[in-house]
């Protein structure tokens, strides 16, 4: 066995200043039990947790080890303006005119810390894709559930789109279906040659198979929490899992970022559908919408609009110049292994 970083830990004179003022750069929040005057303030962070520890000594030296962040929706220069507002300082700017490089900024005291870019500002330099993330498939099913929490209680049992499911059973697929790319990630050793022998059933004939179904008697918010605890287990999984490993699934053996992907699409255009049957308004975030298209549809048009491009892929939508898809798979293996034949 080997060990694993708990805390970060940086030696302070204020720890509850210094801890807010990480709190806000980070977007994490500190623990509930730390209050002004405490000597020690901790910040939640994925990975590993910053702590603060209020010491004897003002800072006189530079860091031999230091924080660098990365924006993420935002740019780093406009990163490097919302810290300054919030008191840091800028100590040494090492930005480019070709848009690289970064900015070194201190906190209130005297942390040195850089700025880089973001991973947009990034891929666009250097032609590469912007991989799906673990962050994606939170944001696609946080989105989903707020958009869902909306619907009228009396549309449940209607059809779904153009889908033979009610709303509630597509929501129970869905959840099924992040819930089983979640546990595709599971074992020590996961299975290349079939899925993780859950068993499967329906409620009624015609309705969707699933090992994941809501307590009916908990109402349409129980059955948006059992989507958005699927939810997060895939984000889990696909944030913890090495991104070597790889595992069975029907479109191809994948890697955790395929599974992600599958997740995310799953969960943008099924909510698709559960919009068209409850009434409701759904258009996700265009950046979303083409990440997962380059990572698992590679023979999807470049340019349009990046969610009519996705609903046309997924046999839903009309697209200029092209052929409907009656029949449509998409390739879950990793883009090295793939091949333009996520048609049907």
Known sequence: ????????????????ALGSFWSQVLGAPLADDDFPGDPEALLETPGAAILFVQGPGAKTVRNRVHLDIQPQDRTRDEEVER???LGATLLEDHRKPNGRGWATLADPEGNEFCVELSAAE???????????TADDVTTAVRLAVDT?????????DTP????????????????????????QLGPRT?????????????????APANSVFADRAAGPAGLLATLEAS?????????????EVRSYHGFGVSDPEGFAAMGVVETLVHTHDLAEGLG?????????????????????????????????????AELPDHPRRTEWRWDGRPLGDQTASSAG
């Open 83 to 85: 810290l300054l507002a």
């Open 280 to 316: 409701l308004g759904w258009a996700p975030p265009a950046a979303l919408c083409d990440r997962v298209l380059a990572r698992l549809f590679p023979d999807a048009p470049a340019g349009g609009d990046r969610w009519t491009v996705l609903l046309w892929a997924t046999g839903r």
């Open 231 to 243: 939810g997060a287990l895939l984000a889990s999984m696909a944030r913890t899992t090495p991104p």
């Open 148 to 156: 869902l929490a909306g619907a009228p209680a009396d549309r449940w």
């Open 1 to 16: 066995m080997t060990s694993h970083v708990r805390h970060i830990t940086v030696g302070c004179a204020d720890a509850h």
């Open 160 to 183: 779904a789109g153009t889908l033979e499911w009610t709303c509630w059973e597509t929501v129970e697929h869905l959840g099924d279906d992040l819930f089983a790319y979640a546990v």
């Open 122 to 132: 990034r891929a666009a330099l250097t032609g590469t894709r912007l991989p799906v």
């Open 190 to 206: 996961p299975p290349l040659d079939r899925e993780v022998p859950y068993r499967w059933t329906a409620d009624r004939q015609g």
